[in-house]
Structure formats: structure tokens, C-alpha cells
């Protein structure tokens, strides 16, 4: 019996019905939600996102702004308009593309974002109120895989999750949050040995490693929600993730695609972070 599909672009269309009615209730408070996109250097990637983003913004009624700069940028020209964008009060998410051209160092970029528009969910603030259990903004891809998975009913208290992969922007922050939610989560990576001993114990495992082919049907444990985060390229030029699709879900109880699974929901949780910082500017401003 073949895996349920977890469908994200399904997912992600409920999401944003949900945000185009609080959108529409801030519009009728006067806050419209606005978004500023920062793009350094000419990376194809990072325009093709920025894109995808700006689009998702304009569907939704979310004002954006695009701020481009050259490949030869000085770093102090991309703080200085990162602490205009902080003093901005149309302005409630500021978004840095990653990756930045090799002399800016992302660190101190994303240590100039002001948390309370930290929409990325990056600043060491918003990772500290992550791990304290504290209310932030999560980062988008990990957020995205909690939805998702709120949005199938998949219960996380007890359960064993295994996660692949230990990056700041997916790996790690992703742990946390099913560590919060009363998970017990294992952390595996690159030097992990016999990893398949751990993904088969798996009652939920999430691959964000980027390695084609990575996980197949005897790694893993019968019935299993498999979360494939992974974006590659197969040997035919096909997008693909981590988990060999065809066999997993043969094995698997739940599983996400590639393309069409958590892609749609990590920018639907830019938008739904960037509608809660306008949502918690129009609170300062009535509490002023």
C-alpha cells in the first residue's frame, strides 16, 4: 500500500486564505503588511527566489519592496540601508537573499536586521526565544514542516524524530521545534556513522542534507512520515529530493514530494511572519 501524500502546494493555498482575511482585516485598520527584499550580486538562484517571493507578496495584497545592489557592494552600504529599512514603519519584514558575495559577511547582516522584523527568523534573538519556547519568528522551512504536519493531524508528543542534516537555516532550528512540541528528536549529519541504524527508528524523519538518492525503502521503519526537504538535481536533470520517492513511499505512511511538498510552504511562512510583525506593529501602535 502506497504512502498518503502529504500535498504542500494544498497546503499552502490554505494557509494563505487564511492570511489574505487577516491582511484584509489589517487594511481595514490601516497597517497594510510590507515587505522589504534585499538582493546582492547577480546569483540566478537568488533572483529566481526573490521572484517567487515578490510574486507570492503581490497574490496576497503584501506590499514589497526590492532593493538590488551590485556584486561589488560595500558591506557598510547594505547595513546602512538595513538600519533604513529598521526606521521604515511601512516596512515589517526585511528579508537579506542569501547568499551574499564572499567579502560581506552574512553574520553581521543578519545581526543588523531588527529581531522585530526578523521574518527570516535568522537573528541570534529570534534563535533564543526559539530555544527558550518563547514566541518568535520561527525560521520558514522548519515553521512550514510544523505546519504541515499540524495541518495533517500528525501528532508529535512522544514521538521519535530524526532529523538530517544540522544547518542553521533548516537542520537545527527544525530539531528545536519538534523538541518544543514534546518530541524526542535525534540529530544526524554528514559524520553520523551507520546512519541507517537511526532513520529506521524514525516515526518521523526529515532529510534537509541535498544529496539525491540519500534514503531508501530499508531505511526506513514501516508506516513512517517522511519530510524530504532536500532540492537536487537527478542524473537527468529532474528536480528531486533526498528520498528516493518511488521506493519510500512503498514503506512510508505519509510522505512529502519533490517538488510540490515543503517548497510552497517555506514562502508561505515568509508571508505569515510578515503578516504577524505588521499584526504586532498595529498592537504597539494601539498600546502608544
Known sequence: MSADLIDGKLIANHYREQLKET???????????GLAVILAGDNHASRTYVRMKRKACSELGIH??????????????????????????????????????????????????????????????????MVTNQDTF????????????????????????????????????????????DATVTHCHSKTANLSDFTKQADILVSAVGKAGLIHAEDIKEGAVVIDVGMNRDEEGRL??????NEVKEIAGKITPVPGGVGPMTITMLLYNTVKSAQRSLIDRQKQ
Do not use: W
Open 138 to 181: 520561527y525560521s520558514c522551512t522548519p515553521l512550514g514542516i510544523m505546519k504541515m504536519l499540524e495541518y495533517e493531524k500528525i501528532e508529535l508528543t512522544g514521538k521519535h524524530v530524526v532529523i538530517l542534516g544540522r544547518s542553521n537555516i533548516v537542520g537545527k532550528p527544525a530539531g528545536q521545534l519538534f523538541l518544543n512540541r
Open 240 to 245: 528531486c529530493g533526498d528520498v528516493d520517492f
Open 64 to 129: 514589497s519592496e526590492l532593493y538590488q545592489f551590485d556584486e561589488s557592494l560595500p558591506q557598510q552600504d547594505l547595513v546602512n540601508k538595513i538600519e533604513e529599512l529598521n526606521d521604515n514603519a511601512h516596512i515589517h519584514g526585511i528579508l537579506v537573499q542569501l547568499p551574499l558575495p564572499h567579502h560581506i559577511n552574512p553574520i553581521k547582516i543578519i545581526e543588523t536586521i531588527s529581531p522585530s522584523k526578523d521574518v527570516d527568523g535568522f537573528h541570534p534573538v529570534s534563535i533564543g526565544n
Open 23 to 33: 491582511i484584509t482585516e489589517l487594511k481595514r485598520k490601516d497597517v497594510v503588511p
